[in-house]
């Protein structure tokens, strides 16, 4: 079946970029999501990008897409103390939006 | 704009009790609807999808079930809970005939079976 994968911490200084990676299995994925969970909260969806994308920038966020590589990576400019949180990479390429989470990555920003 | 709510926000159950949490969906039509356990703190586990009232799939075979009475309402229960039933469950919706749309989550409930 599908996997994703995830690295379990990252931590950086406030201010430093912060660049979390991800693997998945599935060549079929259409779709490739970032998510932020805050402590006791659910997921926020942060941004996606198509499978025919190789990079989305929305202000702070840049992701990356190799996709020959099947590696996804979310970098986030001038990290902030409020951007700690876990960080789930997920992909979509099943019916009826069947969505595989990794085990998420828990950034800690060090001010 | 579309929104979702869920609750209790936290619960307190004894073994053997039974379960019951709501979400529901405002805003939008016959969205998809799903439910996920997440344990730990990590990983998140699809339980069950609904595209339809009625209509339910389950993904994990489990002390657990689901119900969609209405179009915007879904209904995660189990008759009798068990200490491995502890968990954060989250309640999700995408669009319909959207392939592939990202899912938007509520706010999650935490169980915790004692």
């Known amino acids: 079946g599908e996997d994703v994968e995830q690295s379990l911490f990252l931590s950086v200084r406030e201010g430093d970029s912060s660049v979390i990676n991800c693997t998945y299995t599935d060549s079929s994925s259409t779709y490739l999501y970032w998510y932020k969970q805050e402590p006791g909260a659910g997921l926020q969806l942060l941004t996606y990008?198509?499978?025919?994308?190789d990079m989305k920038q929305d202000q702070r966020l840049t992701v990356l897409l190799n996709k020959k590589d099947k590696h996804l990576s979310l970098r986030i400019a001038d990290t902030q103390t409020g951007d700690s949180a876990i960080y789930f990479c997920?992909?979509?390429?099943?019916?009826?939006?069947?969505?595989?989470f990794g085990t998420g990555t828990k950034l800690q920003v060090i001010p | 704009s579309q929104t979702i709510h869920q609750w209790p926000a936290t619960l307190v159950q004894p073994v053997g009790s039974p379960l019951s949490l709501e979400c529901t969906v405002e805003?939008?039509?016959?969205?998809?609807l799903y439910w996920y356990r997440q344990a730990a703190g990590r990983g998140l586990q699809l339980l069950f999808y609904?595209?339809?009232?009625?209509?339910i799939s389950s993904e994990v075979p489990q002390n657990l079930s689901a119900s969609r009475p209405q179009d915007r309402q879904f209904i995660l229960s189990s008759k009798k809970l068990l200490l491995s039933d502890s968990g954060f469950y989250l309640c999700?919706?995408?669009?319909?005939?959207?392939?592939?749309?990202?899912?938007?989550f509520g706010n999650g409930t935490r169980l915790t079976v004692t």
């Open positions: 997920a992909e979509g390429s099943g019916g009826y939006q069947k969505v595989t």
């Open positions: 805003g939008t039509s016959n969205p998809n």
């Open positions: 609904s595209v339809g009232i009625g209509q």
């Open positions: 990008i198509f499978s025919n994308m």
């Open positions: 999700a919706w995408s669009p319909s005939r959207s392939y592939n749309s990202p899912l938007h």
